[in-house]
Structure formats: C-alpha cells, structure tokens
DNA sequence: ATCTGTGCAAAATGTTTGCAATACA
DNA sequence: TGTATTGCAAACATTTTGCACAGAT
C-alpha cells in the first residue's frame, strides 16, 4: 500500500496529517517482515528522519485499528507487527533456540477457528497461533533436547518427518 | 499435583530445595486458574508468608522447564501461567471489551498444529491458540462495534487484524 | 565446606502520560 | 483560530541483574 492511501485511511477516521505520521507511514511501507517500534524509530533515524519514539507508539495503534498494520509474535515480550498487505495471513513456528521464525499457512485452522467462534457467539477481531520449539535444524544439533519433546498440552504434537 | 512432587521434579533437575521455593509451590498448588509472578507473591504475602518477587520470577521458568506450569494468555503485556495438571489443554477466547477469558477445546485444531510442526519437522514444545474479539455479550452491548459482529454467526474468521 | 539460592536495590525493557510548544485544518 | 499533535522528561509496569549474605547438601 502506497503511504498515500493510508493517509487517507487515518484522514478519514479522523485524524490529522503530519509531517511525523507521513515519515513514520513512509518508512513502515518499506519495511518488509515483522517489526517493532522500536525498529521503526531506527529505521527512520538511519534515514536521517526524526519522529519521536512516542509519536511511533502513539500512531501504531491507529494503524492496527485501520488495518494497516496486525499484531505478531506474542511470545518476546514486546510488540510486533507487520504489514497486512505484505502477505496473507499467516501463523508462525518459533525456534526457542536460534530464534528462528517460519511463517506457515493453514486454512483448517482457520476453519476450525472459525467453527468455535460461532458456537460461542463470540465475535473475533484477531487471532495468535503460534506453536514454540525447536526446528529441525536445532533439534538436531543440541545434544540432549529431551524434555523439549514433550508437549505442554495433551495432544501429541510431535514431528515425524524431515523438515520442509 | 502435591507440591512434594513438584519439589521432587525441581530436585532432579539438580536444584535444591529451600524454604522460599517451597512456599511458591506450595501456593501454586492452590491457585486454581491463570496467574501472574505478581498474583503469586500477593498470594504469598496475604498468608503471611515473604517469598521475594525476585525469586519467584526465578522460580518460574524452571517450574515452565520442569512442566508444572504452562504459559497462557499472551496479549496482555505481562506472562499468565497456570498449572499443567489444573486442567487438560486448552485455547482461550479473550473478551476487548470486557476482559473475560472463555477456554475451549479443540481436537481438530491439535491435529492441524500436529500436520504442520511434521510437515516442517519442526519439535514443537508448545503451542498458542488465542482468539481475541468481543464475547456476545458485549457484541450486543457496544452499539456496531465496527462492523465486528459481521462474521460472528456467518462462520467467517478473518485474519489477523484484517477485520475491517 | 562448598556452592547454590536469597533478597535488596538498582538497572534494564518496553510502553504510557503530563504538559508546554507547535502545526494542521 | 482552535484544536489535535508533537516531543521532552518523567512515570510506569514488568522483568532481570549485581552483589553480599544465608542456607542446603
């Protein structure tokens, strides 16, 4: 999405545009993955641009409420987004031991999702499915990952094959 | 589970036990639902007991490791817990507006998490599954919350941040 | 006796708020 | 003009760390 457009999409919700909203909307349109505001104040320093951190934390909730932007990766404590056009929806399988994050998509989640929204009444406006462990590359190399296998919950959620 | 028991776990995973440690187990042992380190040390405290917050956050991780607990509710700033043997696995719904957490259950969704972690031989250790949204309640009391109640009965769970 | 665990105080994060000055509409 | 927005500094909430002392094995 051009910058412009989401000046548009803040304009008509009412709210102003300014000189830090456009450089902030300018950078985040180029940033590519997953970020945080803090990466976004960075990014616009190193372009010699001077938003301040609390202008970024004060416009990244109005970008999530127009769409602009969703929430990601819950389990670092601390935020991150990306942008909602950038790629469909997705979910993530985080590394706990090289921190590495793979993006997958699953449509019978969604479903399933889905399913239990309705029978609670419930009316959804976002949803986390993130599943924590260790990839194949690490589950290999770290001698004794025992007890890692071990789900936290009762299913047996356990790999059996090669990795990708 | 007998806080013994939990001693016993956090014992052969080489750490000793202590007055202080046996004081968070034992509180533990009698929370019933989700908590924070803070909810623990009040706990704590109101029976007069003086456990530091400082161990308990030190105590935590290890009672993750050892899975006497598991971490819940991830979008809410600060780490929920809640003890592994309290309750089989379950996903939360989790109320904007009104704060209220539902726990649902859903097979289907273990089997799909299953496919994936195998698909991308990936160890999965454990998984989160959160839906937040506006229970029906307040779907009915906020008047046209934005259009969220769009997809509540229709069966169309959107993506994340993607429901405008 | 040794070495781990404790708790205080202080630091480190990540995020929010009060307020005077500024800039948009 | 009038009000929304900015940015600084300071507050905040949660979690982590340095260090000297106490306690478990």
């Known amino acids: 999405m051009k910058s412009d457009e989401s000046l548009k999409r803040i304009q008509n919700m009412g ?15 180029r940033l590519k993955g997953h970020f945080s505001a803090e990466d976004v104040l960075l990014s616009l320093r190193a372009r010699g641009k001077r938003a301040s951190r ?16 969703r929430e990601v990766i819950y389990s670092e404590g601390h935020a991150h987004y990306e ?9 993530h399988l985080i ?27 419930f009316a959804p406006r976002a949803h986390i499915v993130e599943i924590t ?11 004794d990952a025992e007890g890692r296998m071990a789900m936290a919950s ?11």
């Open 15 to 29: 709210l102003r545009v300014t000189v830090p909203r456009r450089q902030i909307l300018n950078e985040i349109a």
């Open 54 to 69: 609390v202008t970024i934390y004060r416009l990244l909730p109005s970008l999530l409420e127009v769409g602009i932007l």
């Open 83 to 91: 942008r909602v056009e950038a790629k469909p929806h997705h979910e």
């Open 95 to 121: 590394c706990e031991s090289c921190g590495r994050v793979v993006e997958f998509q699953c449509p019978d989640i969604e479903d399933s999702l889905n399913g239990v929204c309705a029978e609670h009444g």
């Open 133 to 143: 462990g260790l990839c194949r590359d690490c589950a290999r190399s770290l001698p």
């Open 154 to 164: 009762s299913g047996e959620l356990q790999s059996t094959g090669d990795m990708q």
